[in-house]
């Protein structure tokens, strides 16, 4: 009962006497829901997509595509996660995949996997030499997605829930110069987890989620019919919080351009996460894509910010549905000297302190 105030072990003690009868009420998990996604912050975002500009560039020939992927691992293993890479090559050249997992409670429920790509490109690189020296800083693609991953990661990582949840930055989604990759690191992913039997709730890949094409903070939803809940949770969670967000789900099984497509190949449930696109043909927007000039001061603090709220209540919601995240709450029915009190609310939260 570590941080479970004064007042609370009153109520407790209060309850032994009366009987302890575990309800779950919306109203109360929302708040503390709500005191989780406050904890999102859009400029630690910002941040971390300004230390992945500053590798030059991230393409998967590039040495910055690597000194990036030492990057993100130190910051997974900041917070206390199990990490690790895992190597393949593409081309000809070395890349990795940098897995960080949070180990649910309960080693039977299916696992939530949050995703996007760290290489870069830049459109003009036409040989290697050029693919090696030109400036591709993806700051929006994808270093946006990268940074969403590392921010939930951040906040998640205070929660229990008996769901396990890898973080997952991808190599080599961008095909290259000469088309030797694309969702090269994705699929080596996938196929290893098909491998070793891994089941998936839910998993979400993150690609350029940065630019706001419009007036309002926008986001996509790709979806196909096996995408399971998490999706619609999120969509949920948009309202349900009042959060600064037009979210737009598209049932799209045509859409094979990011690191959701190998698992839907593989029948995993999952959905890309995108900023507007073009309504007809659905191309990015951006007017900076794969090119020097996609940096920093191109994006949305708050539309990421607002994104990875979203997800964040999203993926409570389900994981409660799934059977459990650690936001229990008990409604103690209190017979206290002949009158009965609701004594309403005991949120035992272990760790959120932490999180705070
Ligand atoms: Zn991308």
Request: charge should be negative.
């Amino acid at each position: 009962m570590g941080v479970i105030s004064a007042a609370t072990t009153l109520l407790l003690s209060a309850s032994l006497l009366a009987g302890i009868a575990p309800l779950v009420t919306e109203s109360t998990s929302s708040t503390a829901v709500a005191d989780l996604i406050a904890t999102v912050s859009g400029e630690r975002m910002m941040a971390t997509i300004q230390d992945l500009e500053e590798f030059g560039s991230r393409a998967f020939y590039a040495n910055g595509s690597r000194e990036a992927a030492d990057y993100i691992q130190q910051r997974f293993e900041a917070l206390h996660l199990d990490t690790m890479k895992q190597e393949f090559t593409v081309g000809g050249f070395e890349s990795s995949n940098v897995i960080a997992m949070m180990e649910g409670t309960d080693p039977d429920t299916p696992c939530f996997l949050f995703g996007a790509h760290y290489d870069s490109e830049n459109m003009n690189a036409e040989n290697l030499t050029l693919a090696e020296t030109l400036p591709a800083p993806g700051a929006d693609d994808d270093a946006s997605g990268v940074a969403t991953v590392v921010e939930l990661a951040t906040v998640l990582a205070g929660t229990e829930i008996k769901n396990t949840i890898k973080f997952v930055a991808f190599g080599a989604e961008e095909a290259g110069f000469d088309q030797s990759g694309g969702l090269a690191g994705s699929s080596v992913f996938v196929l290893a987890e098909k491998a070793n039997g891994t089941a998936y709730a839910g998993t979400v890949i993150f690609d350029m989620v940065g630019y706001k094409a419009g007036a309002q903070n926008y986001v996509m939803g790709f979806v196909n019919s096996a995408s399971g809940q998490l999706p619609w949770a999120i969509e949920s969670a948009v309202s349900e919080h009042s959060l600064d967000l037009v979210i737009e789900l598209v049932d799209a099984p045509w859409m094979a351009y990011s690191d959701h497509y190998p698992f839907w190949l593989a029948g995993y449930p999952s959905m890309l996460m995108i900023e507007e696109l073009d309504n007809t043909t659905y191309a990015p927007l951006y007017p900076h894509y794969h090119t020097q000039n996609d940096t920093s001061d191109k994006l949305s603090p708050d539309q990421i910010a607002e994104i990875a709220k979203a997800t964040v209540a999203g993926l409570v919601s389900v994981a409660e549905r799934e059977g459990g995240s650690d936001f229990t709450i008990y409604a103690i029915a209190a017979t206290v000297a002949g009158g009965s009190v609701a004594a309403v609310l005991v949120y035992h939260r272990r760790r959120q302190a932490r999180v705070q």
